[in-house]
């Protein structure tokens, strides 16, 4: 009996060392943040952003680094299924819209919480839930010109079909800062029921921009500006009851630097860049809080960090490269919802300590590919049919020999049926026109870009022209005729990682 006893005693704390032997996992997606707002990436930057430069110079710095999407929900699934959005949908969730995800879905949260793994989501979701499941019976479906009033809803219903059904073990955040309802939830329950409909008249005043809210129910006194602090503190305080001997993921989502602008008053001034810059700035500031939350905990030296953003920057950086002389989206052309560089091409850091060396890489990565990473990270293997778009970053991460390119081409795309391919130094875009919003005469003076090309594609060589300026779709036409091809097949279900099992 005592032996069988040491041996089950000995088998307990193996696998007790196998788990504490993985590492943590810190994930912090940043919301509409331009490649040109990191001052790493951008030495003309009018914003200071301290926390995450000191982050890029511990960790890798990719400057070619992509979303899925130019807009916010796509890039999400994309992030959390390791398959581009496209394959399914375009668009973004709608207040009180439903669950993009399937209920087969696989996601790295799953696979991480089935390796041992505690997960938590704090900030914004905007995936969807299934908000029909606690609409009172005869409430009618909300709409832009019949929004959802307080009474359509059982607040004292769990909602289903939100991030715990995506593997997450904990979630807390607002859902969606512009988007009703105005409430704090907690898992799958509101915390406080909606009382009032939501009037920006009763917030504090805007600095910047416009307030971009959806008519909706809201709790009263709510206040926009505190939803940045209240889910730091809450990540904080999250990150401080870690345990050594299990592993954690958390999904810290950011609500910022997307409109409404809203700098809190301490941090107000502290950029060259307007009110904008300086929700930048407190957006650094929260993410400082992070890191030095784990340095608190003893938390870092087995934490892998990895900061980027959903997409590029909101239109508004127009006016503030008018006004202030910065532009968010640094040498490149676009802006969010643009299948231009600047509308997906976004702050990509990962650090690891004493794993991953300091430094910059220039290979094209997506986040589709941190799936793959993940996966290779706990040893688990992808099948054909899982994560059909991500590649494995691992061996890059470490510095081990690895094929270069990682990805042997990447599609980013926003509105159906206008694609961009890169393949190497090669972006082929299958439209003759790259934006979605309407530039100013005077941008695209200054900028020297035609509002579409002369030809019915368009194609670029980013290794001497990151501007999309020159497009040579007349001078390759080889180039063009084999990256349409790779294109049309991945558009028809090849999967674009090296696993994927496609028909």
Known sequence: MKSVLLVSLCLLLAGATSVSAQPNILLIYADDMGYGDLAANYPESKIPTPHLDQLASQGLRFTDGHSSSGICTPSRFALLTGQYHWRRFHGIVQSFGPSVFKPDDFTFPKMLQQHGYRTAAIGKWHLGWDWAAVRRHGAPVPTKKVPAEPDHYDWDKPIPDGPLAQGFDEYFGDGTINFPPYVWIANDRVVEAPTVMMDTDLFPPLLEGSWECREGPMVEGWNPYAVLPTITDRAVAWLGEQKPDQPFFLYFSLPSPHAPILPNESYRGKSEAGAYGDFMFETDAMVGRLLQALEDHGLADNTLIVFTSDNGPERYAYERRRQHGHWSSGHLRG?????????????????????????????????????????????????GDEAIDSCNLLPLLKGEDYSSPVRPASVQNTRANVFALRQGDWLYINRPFGEHSARPDWFRTQWNDPKSASTPAMLFNLADDPGQRDNRYASHPEKVAAMKSMLGRYRAGQGSAPHAITE
Do not use: M, N
Request: proline letters at 6%.
């Open 335 to 383: 802006l969010k919802r643009d299948v231009w560089e600047g509308g997906h091409r976004v702050p990509f850091l990962v650090a690891w300590p004493g794993v991953i060396e300091p430094g910059v890489s220039h290979e094209t990565i997506s986040q589709v590919d941190l799936t793959a990473t993940f996966a290779a990270l706990v040893g688990y293997t992808l099948q």
